[in-house]
């Protein structure tokens, strides 16, 4: 790489760093407006977008109707001997806290937020009661409707109760978490978030919207409408935009191989696609996916999208002689990862079928 293309991809990165939010810093805060501003005008998408999972993806723990259904919930950590109960705070009346038993000891962790829009599962964060942020060592996943240890959390060392209730996280490893989890604040203690600001709302992917509004108030567009599209991006740029909280594709391509992990990461795999070289930059994050909506799960709304390129006198690429339905199905096989959850291999290819 050129001295001059490695500063323009350095900008560009600075530049999608600070409309993610992460670089929320070089924004006076009055530039931000809120999603309802933006729904003011753009009804039709923010009507969709926030109840979406993107939106919901960061929700205090009180408002988590799956979870509040379901108390008191239970767990048994047998291989750690540790009793786990999720249940109303003794704290605060509307809260939930989760409680750690080992050893004829009991810690209790008042939870502030649920991390995840449930589709999967979620995570929860809370404060001790000597003031120190946690990660909880369980949490609630939707395919057994139960809890069970957070994944990686099985492999921490437990030697008293307090240990168990979760990973302390230091101020930067929460900014980390909350950064792709709020719209702005990631820097602010858990507890003074605002909920106005929880979630991916409309200023966390366009940046705030104060000089749009003045832009269009004002009607001086002819200097551009003063607000960011990422759905405009090129490929590449649109999968390291989306890949600051889904992971951005790696330096080295041949890493992402051999490592199943990257499975959950789409961006890792997409660039090892021959759909996605041999596409001239048309393959990326929204030819698939529209991030205002929740994820399509069904195999069938992907073949529009697979025969797009695969079909037709004009096909970019060679049509499957198998089928040309369900196309996702053998070309994206989902992998299980995690507890209880699987992911489409992004890594569009044949696979042989005693590999799926």
Not at 16 to 33: K, Q, S, T, V, W
Not at 215 to 223: E, N, P, R
Request: proline share 4%; aromatic share 6%; net charge positive.
């Amino acid at each position: 790489m050129s001295r001059k293309a490695a500063w323009i991809l350095f900008a560009t990165m600075l530049l999608i760093e600070a409309y993610l939010g992460r670089g929320a810093h070089l924004f006076a805060n009055d530039e931000f407006l809120g999603s309802q501003k933006c729904a003011s005008c753009h009804s039709d998408i923010a009507s969709v977008q926030l109840t979406s999972e993107h939106a919901r993806t960061l929700r205090k723990m009180k408002a988590v109707p799956e979870l509040l259904k379901a108390l008191p919930l239970h767990f048994s950590d047998r291989a750690k001997a540790v009793e786990y109960r999720l249940e109303k705070s003794t704290l605060d009346a509307s809260g939930l806290d989760l409680v750690a038993s080992k050893d004829g000891s009991t810690e209790r962790l008042q939870l502030i937020w649920a991390f995840g829009a449930g589709r999967k599962g979620m995570t929860f964060v809370g404060r001790s009661s000597s003031g120190e942020y946690g990660q909880g060592r369980v949490s609630w996943y939707e395919r057994i409707n139960a809890l069970d240890i957070t994944t990686g959390g099985d492999q921490e060392p437990v030697r008293v109760a307090h240990d168990a209730l979760g990973q302390w996280l230091s101020q930067k490893e929460r900014e980390e978490c909350f950064g792709c989890h709020v719209t702005r604040q990631a820097e602010a203690l858990p507890e003074l978030i605002e909920e106005s600001n929880a979630g991916v709302q409309c200023e966390r992917c366009h940046g705030p919207g104060q000089k749009h509004v003045e832009a269009i108030t004002l009607g001086k567009t002819q200097q551009g409408l003063a607000i960011r599209n990422p759905g405009k991006f090129g490929a590449a740029e649109q999968l390291e935009f989306c890949g600051v909280c889904h992971r951005a594709p790696l330096a080295n391509l041949s890493e992402a191989v051999p490592d199943s992990r990257t499975i959950r990461f789409p961006a890792q795999r997409l660039v090892l696609s021959l759909c996605y070289d041999e596409s001239d930059g048309k393959l990326k994050c929204t030819t698939c996916h529209n991030p205002h909506e929740n994820l399509q799960e069904s195999p069938a709304y992907y073949d529009q999208k697979c025969q797009s390129c695969h079909a037709g006198s004009r096909s970019m690429g060679s049509r499957c002689p198998v089928s040309s339905k369900d196309c996702v199905t053998c070309h994206m096989p989902r992998v299980p990862l995690m507890k209880h959850s699987d992911f489409a291999d992004h890594w569009i290819r044949k696979i042989k079928p005693a590999a799926r």
